[in-house]
Nanobody, 118 residues
Framework: QVQLVESGGGLVQPGESLTLSCKVS????????MKWYRQAPGKQRELVAM???????MYADSVKGRFTISREIANYIVYLQMNSLKPEDTSVYYC????????????WGQGTQITVSS
């Protein structure tokens, strides 16, 4: 079975840091584009960061310079290091694995809540 399990969410104060983990099983995730999305109540889903099988990385402008996506290939783990957190970063964060090609496939984690508040 394919599973993506996020962990590391919680409550932090503005300016603090937090690291999210996504443990993947059931696929060779190094062959997938790995992405982090977030979605706040009443808001549309937003792509936060992504890393391709070749190691190319992209960030949303809103998090560039503050967030870092990385992967631990041997252990099937994707990370999102979040620094200098702001209240507007408050959201549910989702890990996504996307397989390019035919057929395209997407697998999703269950989500983890990040709340940034004083």
């Amino acid at each position: 079975q394919v599973q993506l399990v996020e962990s590391g969410g919680g409550l932090v104060q503005p300016g603090e840091s937090l690291t999210l983990s996504c443990k993947v099983s059931g696929i060779r995730f190094d062959l997938y584009v790995m992405k982090w999305y977030r979605q706040a109540p009443g808001k549309q889903r937003e792509l936060v960061a992504m890393i391709t099988p070749g190691g190319n990385i992209m960030y949303a402008d809103s998090v560039k310079g503050r967030f870092t996506i990385s992967r631990e290939i041997a252990n099937y783990i994707v990370y999102l290091q979040m620094n200098s957190l702001k209240p507007e970063d408050t959201s549910v964060y989702y890990c996504n694995a996307h397989l390019r090609g035919t057929p395209p496939l997407d697998f999703w984690g269950q989500g983890t809540q990040i709340t940034v508040s004083s």
